[in-house]
C-alpha cells in the first residue's frame, strides 16, 4: 500500500515510512546547483543505494541510452539522464526501456543512477531513480545545463539532487540544445501545440486544464522555479 507523501519544507521525511522521496532545494546549499525538485521512490531500492554520486552521462532520448549501453560506453559508476521528456517537450512518454540495461550495469558492481524529467511506470524497479524533475528541461530547467562528466548526486536520504559543479560556471552554460520536431509534427499533434505548450509541470500533474487564478497566470510554475534557480546561481556567483 503506498504510504502518502510527507515532507517538511525543509526537505526532511516527516514519515521514515514515506515511499516517495521530495528531493528539495536546501536553504544553505549555495555552492552547488540544485537540480530540482524530483520523486525518488525509496521502497524500490535497496537503502545501500539510497546515495549515489557519479559522472553524469547525458542523453535526450531513452534510445541513445541504448545505443551507448550496446555500444559499451556505459561503463564505470554513473548516472544516466534523460532529459527532454516532460510534459511540455513531448508528454512525458514511458521510459520502460531503461530499467534493464541499467539494472544489469548495477548487478556488474556499478554504481548507477537515472535522473530525468520524465516519467518510469512502477517507478524504478531496483534501481535508485529521481523522476518528475522539475522544472522540466524544455522550460528552462537547470537540469537542461547539466554537461557529459559532471559529478551528480543522488541522495534519497538527505533529499539531495545536486550537481558539484561551482555555480559560476553552470551559470554561464546555456540549457543544451535538443530538436524535438518528430513530437510535433504529424498525426494530428500540430493540433494540441498549444495545450502543450501550457501544459503545467509534473509536480502538478502535467495539467492544461486549471481553475484560473489570476496571480499565479502571471508566471507558470516551472518559469516561476526556473527564476528562483537563477536567483541561487547569482548569489552563490557573487559570493
Known amino acids: 500500500m503506498m504510504v502518502p507523501l510527507c515532507i517538511d519544507l525543509d526537505g526532511?521525511?516527516?514519515?521514515?515510512?514515506?515511499?516517495?522521496?521530495?528531493?528539495?532545494?536546501?536553504?544553505?546549499?549555495?555552492?552547488?546547483?540544485?537540480?530540482g525538485r524530483a520523486v525518488f521512490k525509496t521502497s524500490a531500492v535497496d537503502e545501500e543505494r539510497w546515495l549515489i554520486e557519479a559522472p553524469a552521462r547525458c542523453f535526450s532520448d531513452q534510445n541513445e541510452v541504448l545505443e551507448a549501453f550496446k555500444a559499451g560506453e556505459l561503463k564505470g559508476d554513473v548516472?544516466?539522464?534523460?532529459?527532454?521528456?516532460g510534459p511540455r517537450a513531448n508528454g512525458m512518454p514511458e521510459l520502460h526501456k531503461l530499467t534493464p540495461l541499467l539494472g544489469v550495469l548495477q548487478d556488474q558492481g556499478f554504481k548507477v543512477a537515472l535522473v530525468t524529467d520524465g516519467r518510469m511506470s512502477g517507478a524504478s524497479g531496483k534501481v535508485p531513480v529521481?523522476?518528475?524533475?522539475?522544472?522540466?528541461?524544455?522550460?528552462?530547467?537547470?537540469?537542461?545545463?547539466?554537461?557529459?562528466?559532471?559529478?551528480l548526486v543522488v541522495d534519497g536520504e538527505r533529499c539531495r539532487l545536486e550537481a558539484?559543479?561551482?555555480?559560476?560556471?553552470?551559470?554561464?552554460?546555456?540549457?543544451?540544445?535538443v530538436d524535438l520536431s518528430e513530437y510535433q509534427?504529424?498525426?494530428?499533434?500540430?493540433?494540441?501545440?498549444?495545450?502543450?505548450?501550457?501544459?503545467?509541470?509534473?509536480?502538478?500533474?502535467?495539467?492544461t486544464f486549471r481553475?484560473?487564478?489570476?496571480?499565479r497566470a502571471q508566471v507558470s510554475p516551472d518559469r516561476a522555479a526556473a527564476a528562483r534557480d537563477q536567483r541561487l546561481l547569482?548569489?552563490?556567483?557573487?559570493a
Open 79 to 85: 548516472v544516466v539522464v534523460v532529459r527532454f521528456q
Open 12 to 35: 526532511t521525511l516527516c514519515r521514515e515510512d514515506t515511499l516517495l522521496v521530495l528531493l528539495r532545494q536546501k536553504p544553505w546549499l549555495l555552492v552547488w546547483l540544485v537540480l
Open 130 to 151: 529521481a523522476l518528475h524533475v522539475t522544472p522540466e528541461c524544455l522550460a528552462g530547467g537547470p537540469l537542461s545545463r547539466v554537461r557529459d562528466g559532471d559529478v
Open 164 to 177: 558539484r559543479v561551482p555555480a559560476a560556471e553552470l551559470a554561464r552554460r546555456r540549457p543544451t540544445p
Open 211 to 215: 481553475p484560473f487564478d489570476s496571480a
Open 185 to 207: 509534427v504529424g498525426l494530428g499533434r500540430e493540433l494540441f501545440d498549444t495545450l502543450r505548450a501550457n501544459a503545467a509541470g509534473a509536480e502538478e500533474g502535467a495539467m
Open 234 to 238: 547569482a548569489t552563490a556567483g557573487a
